[in-house]
């Protein structure tokens, strides 16, 4: 049934000529008569789900013109001939008119995709190729490829204090979660710009979220409550990086061939879990500093990729399954973590995804090449 499936889907054309051969053939030579009817039938139906209307309006046409042969030739009476050629002629204007109906459901949720798609570019636009002494790169897939819209963010943006981006994930998907992420893109992109420490501009988007979220609670309209995420800020000579985790898988650190996770001393809650005896996400830590040396690459990612899972229920790990190798542009190692993800789940991934690397050059990024 499998197989069949598979053939059905890649060779249409295929499988609906042989059901024509296949009612004639059972028609001429089956034990009983009639016989082959059915296959008649079933291929303007199959032709007509899986190709376009004039395709199928053909093998309806086909069907229609072997059924009053096969008669005429096994010299059936004109009732007999005038049954069989309604059968077909019945089925092939089913079909005809269910052609029809999927191609206008077709246009329709194209349209749809589109539209999500152009909330999302406009939500979420793609991070600067170079921002500071960083090469930049990133990429958003969906768990299902024709949603093309979820929760997962990230932004990158050069500020007084140097490079400060984040990446993050909203609690649901969908158009609930998009609203989420338009509210924490937007207080990044003004807070960066002023918050003069990353512990100050995470609890400024605390305060956000957490605002937002009772606004919304109060007009009875769908929020999301809370957003995992990590803040980064690069000094402009590139030497260190600071991060904030608020409960977000931790980065790698891509270097020389080799990938280390870089964990926090302490998680914090999540943006918009404001705690009500200290006016802020729990207790507020100072940023973790790491060195970035000219080369090295920030990987950031969401737990599309952390927690994507085998045939056998076991996660990714970026630091044992990542391919070994030096990245020299972040859109290869973007490109290589993808590729990997997908072949690790089988193609079958269970959350959005999004991947952000930021790459410490000293003369300006590298080109990527094909």
Known sequence: MTMFRRGLLAFPHAVAALLLLGGAAADLF?????????LLAAAPLIACVL????????????????????????????????????????????????????HRQG????????????????????????????????RYETA????????????VQTTPYGVRAIIGDVRGKGLQAVSSVSVIVGAFRQEAEQAPTLAELAHRLD???SLESDRRRETASGFEDFTTAVLVQIPPDGDAVQLVNRGHPAPFLVEGGTVVQLEPASYELPLGMMLPETGAGGSVSAA??????????????????????????????????????????????VDALAQDVSSWTGNQRQDDMAILVLTRTENGPPEPTT
């Open 30 to 38: 089956g034990p009983q008569p009639y016989m082959g009817l059915p």
């Open 288 to 333: 973790d500093v790491f060195t970035l040396r000219p080369g090295a690459s920030l990987l950031l990612v969401t737990d599309g990729v952390t927690e994507a899972r085998n045939q056998h229920g076991r996660f990714y790990d970026p630091c044992t399954q990542l391919p070994a190798g030096e990245y020299s542009h972040p859109s290869h190692l």
């Open 107 to 138: 246009r329709y949720l194209a349209q749809a995709r589109d539209v999500a798609e152009a909330v999302q570019r406009a939500v979420l636009p793609d991070p600067p190729h170079r921002a500071g002494p960083l090469a930049v790169a990133a």
């Open 144 to 155: 299902q490829a024709e949603a093309r819209i979820g929760g997962d963010l990230y932004a």
């Open 207 to 209: 305060s956000a979220l």
């Open 51 to 102: 190709l376009t209307f004039r395709i199928g309006l053909a093998f309806a046409v086909l069907a229609c013109v072997l059924s009053i042969a096969l008669d005429l030739h096994l010299r059936r009476p004109a009732t007999a001939l005038f049954v069989d050629l309604a059968d077909v002629l019945i089925v092939s204007t089913i079909a005809l008119g269910i052609n029809r109906l999927l």
